[in-house]
């Protein structure tokens, strides 16, 4: 990699290093302009920038960073089903994303429910608690029902053939969810009021410090799970090495409906922590957060449980801040527009910068000649 | 597939109803002793299916659409086919377990008949709970409409009944077609396809002959409302079982009598093929009214994409799921070129003129999305592939570049294609489009058909079966890799600048992700590689469900095609990966490891003549068991 950076060798290269290096100046640029015009909006470099810059107030910035690191945790909690799925099985599972809306979908029609017998009012933590299980089992089993039916037929064919399916059932998912449910933005119902006021000095959100404390959580549940119980050590050696798991007596279906099974809790948590924080659920709730979660997944470096949440953290806190942060100060108009636009962006950078992500990936045998 | 019997207990006797009791040695089960377990288990997938069926509203949308006038609709039909599929589906298992009969058939009929019923019980369980619960809520469909076609209007106990009765007659006919011999069993395919083909076909078939003056026996077979008049379905069930008795054999005849010939002859000979096909692609539209015109215009424009796509997925096997960037650049490039509204510049070319810039603009998009993916591996490409698709939709949209591309406004008052001033292309006349398409369609076809068959071509199959082994032969894979990215990128160009003089104006709406899945379903569902399977493919999936904003042929399914795609993609890949009409390669290299299984079980037979016969039984039982 260093190597060929320093020293192209093909046409391509060149093309890639110019597009590397331009990318960094862009980054530098940008960053340099937004320092420019946080001390003094009116100075030559931040006019010759952006003429109508003003820059950002601490309060702003501070608004834009948390509600970053909310969404990004919510990322983080999708991504760990990415990463587990790719550690074990070697394949990105596409319709990951298409879980987390069902476990969204679920809360959304669980705390209507509970809101129509007046529950949702007169006991709020309680009804929390029950739509979140109803939820993780409904993820789960979805989860779970896809893995049997359209990924274990499929299993040590060509790594491209089960992608394909898992694009078949994300777009079966969401347009189930279309004909059972309707087209129409649904709602979740009124969350009371101490998780819309500001808390603590920083001022922040109620619904955005439960997003994130449960995330972490239900991370550190995964991490015990996974690092500390028998079935965790057998979901690591089976991706260590499927076969060599199962002649140590690992019966290896089931290890992997277990991954399935725990990503898609995940997954059915985050979507009620989405309900919570946007209170609003679409068919097409799961495609976007779905592929960012997987860029996070990636970024953190694919297999790797902790690079998951940091990847998610930096995605949501990139998405959120990097277009005031860079694109703004360079006078893109309407940058709030273009956050997913930089969300993949940053999927695409990091590939091109490092592939392996920030922690390194852990890859199934098969992968790492 | 079906008729043959893998057993375990020696020599089979040939399949069919002559299988009888004779060459085996385990007493005949009477046929009631049924595995029920497997008949649960199997019954209730499908009940779960078909009540999902029904609530996901197709009985109700498609009972609007006749089949067989005041017999059968296609809401029925809907309700009725996965007792049959689950019942032939027990038929076949029973088939291939070889059990011995008291009477030919009744074994694999009666278990047809009892998973059939525990299918048509969830359609009364379903009519009992809607008739006593309120749903409406989350799910939309639930509804006394619903309930009432469910019970043909008299009430639930009726519903209860005859869903039972009715499950378990269409699954008896199920397991039924497992035993039927050969014969009798193409006659009824045959029979059903027609029908079901004239039905789906109505619009098609009563435009053509409108045009071509034959309003006559159009009346004759097609109901007034819709759907086969009963006289018209008699008649097309007998003549096309006639044909099928006739003709059995006779196409397959001719197929190999045409592989067999070589040299001159065999050029010759496709040449015809070729010939006969352009000359009726040609003369059909001028019969044909305008939404025939359209429809066919709308399917030209997928078939393009779709050989463009081909080429990147197919040939060189680069999943590409942001195909669509090229389709929206394309449409971008020539609106602006060509539009005088467009907001920044307006030269105003003349849309052949623009074309050549068009196809500049997306070679280069291609070279700059595809430079940096290019090394990725196949599954990183895509979702990155994936991740620029929605970024030139983005941008496209955003406030930023609006100045360019004006926004979400979009691209208005985009003038029709003139060509040599001989004649003027735009939509209020699809029929010149639909020329226009298939001028641009040949040119496709002969490009990829030329190129399968070059040395890039056989570069890109390289890559695509083993990138190392490629590279050690000498292929630059990095450049062989993009230069299929760029080529279908141009190809898809085509189809882009195409689309907007055709509709007259782009929005970024019209390039949605989306987009890309269903070029993807239509070449995976045609056959990854096959041109005919491609071109086939989109006939079939855009001709009839229709596109992802343009209605097929059945537009009572507008609602339900992304569902079907959907549901389509998976069942391809887990049953026929290699697509409706397959490419040789891509077969072979999809079941490579089959072959080769069977290559290397040859071979060990061979060697177990000289060498010892246990061992090598048992490294052959390792080897089998490991792969």
Known sequence: MRARLLRPRTRVDWFLTVIRVAVLIVLAVGFAAFIAQEINPDNPFAQWANPDATGLTGAQFRGLVVSGIAQGSMYGLIALGYSMVYGVLGFINFAHGEVFMVGAMTGMITSNKLADAGLWESNFIGSLVFIVVVSIIVSSLTAVIMERVAYRPLRGSPRLIPLITSIGVSFFLQNASVVLLGPASKSYPDVPDWLKAKHTFLQIEGAKILVVVVAALSMAALWYYVDRTKTGKAMRAVAEDAEIAALMGIDVNRTIVKVFAVGGAMAGMAGILWGILFRSVIHTTGFLPGIKAFSAAVVGGIGHLGGAMAGGLSIGVAESVGPLLILEPLGVSGVSQLRDAVAFSMLIIVLLVKPAGLFGERLPAEDRT | ?627
């Open chain 2, 1 to 627: 597939m079906n008729l043959t019997v893998p057993s375990e207990t020696g020599p089979q006797p040939p399949p069919g109803p002559a299988a009888s009791t004779a060459s085996n040695d385990s007493p005949p089960r009477p046929p009631f002793a049924q595995d029920w377990g497997r008949i649960a288990r199997m019954g209730a997938v499908g009940a779960v299916g078909q009540i999902f069926i029904s609530l996901s509203n197709m009985p109700v949308k498609l009972d609007g659409r006749a089949i067989i006038e005041g017999i059968l609709s296609l809401g029925y039909l809907s309700l009725v086919v996965l007792p049959f599929a689950v019942g032939s589906r027990v038929g076949y298992q029973v088939r291939r377990e070889g059990v011995p009969f008291h009477r030919p058939g009744t074994y694999e009929v009666v278990g047809g008949a009892a998973c059939g019923a525990v299918v048509g019980g969830g359609l009364s369980l379903l009519a009992i709970l809607i008739a006593n619960f309120d749903l409406r809520e989350p799910l939309v469909n639930w509804s006394p409409i619903l309930a009432d076609l469910l019970a043909f209007n008299r009430g639930t106990a009726f519903a209860v009944v005859i869903w039972l009765a009715v499950g378990a007659v269409i699954g008896a006919l199920g397991g039924l077609l497992r035993v039927v011999p050969p014969l009798a069993k193409r006659i009824l395919w045959t029979v059903v396809l027609t029908l079901f083909g004239a039905a789906v076909l109505e619009s098609l078939t009563t435009d053509l002959a409108e045009g071509m003056g034959l309003e006559g026996p159009v009346e004759w077979f097609y109901a007034p409302r819709g759907g086969l008049t009963v006289t018209g379905a008699i008649a097309l069930a007998i003549g096309s079982a006639v044909l099928a008795v006739v003709g059995r054999g006779r196409v397959k005849g001719a197929k190999a009598h045409i592989d067999s010939l070589e040299g001159p002859a065999r050029t010759r000979a496709h040449l015809g093929l070729i010939l006969a096909t352009g000359a009726v692609l040609v003369i059909l539209p001028m019969f044909a009214g305008k939404l025939t015109n359209e429809l066919l215009a709308n399917v030209g424009l997928f078939v393009l994409l779709a050989l463009g796509l081909n080429v990147v997925v197919g040939l060189a096997g680069i999943l590409d799921l942001g195909y669509v960037a090229f389709f929206a650049v394309g449409s971008y490039s020539a609106a602006v070129l060509t539009a005088a509204a467009s907001p920044r510049i307006n030269p105003e070319l003349p849309w052949f003129v623009a074309l050549i810039g068009v196809v500049i603009l997306t070679g280069l998009v291609g070279l700059f999305i595809g430079a940096p993916v290019i090394r990725m591996r196949g599954d990183y490409l895509a979702i990155v592939t994936l991740g620029f698709g929605e970024i030139i939709r983005l941008l496209f949209l955003s406030d930023w570049l609006s100045g360019w591309f004006g926004g979400s406004q979009g691209i208005t008052n985009i003038p029709g294609a003139e060509i040599f001033g001989l004649a003027e292309v735009s939509g209020t006349d699809p029929r010149s489009v639909f020329y226009l398409v298939l001028a641009f369609c040949a040119i496709a076809i002969y490009v990829s058909w030329r190129l399968e068959r070059s040395r890039i071509g056989r570069a890109w199959m390289a890559v695509r079966e083993d990138e190392t082994v490629a590279e050690a032969m000498g292929i630059n894979t990095v450049n062989v890799k993009l230069l299929a990215f760029v080529v279908g990128a141009v190809l898809g160009s085509f189809s882009g600048a195409i689309f907007s003089a055709k509709v007259g104006s782009v929005f970024p709406a019209s390039f949605l992700i989306l987009v890309s899945i269903v070029i993807l379903v239509v070449v995976i569902f045609g056959g990854m590689g096959s041109i005919v399977g491609v071109i086939a493919g989109s006939a079939v999936l855009i001709g009839v469900l229709g596109g992802p904003k343009q209605p097929g042929l059945l537009a009572e399914f507008s609602e339900f095609k992304l569902l079907i795609y959907g549901a389509l993609l998976v069942w391809m890949m887990l049953a026929r990966p290699e697509g409706l009409i397959p490419s040789v390669r891509r077969t072979r290299e999809l079941h490579q490891e089959e072959m080769a299984q069977d290559a290397w079980l040859r071979g060990q037979t061979d060697e177990d003549e000289t060498a010892d016969d246990n061992n090598g039984a048992a490294a052959g039982r390792t080897a089998v068991g490991e792969s």
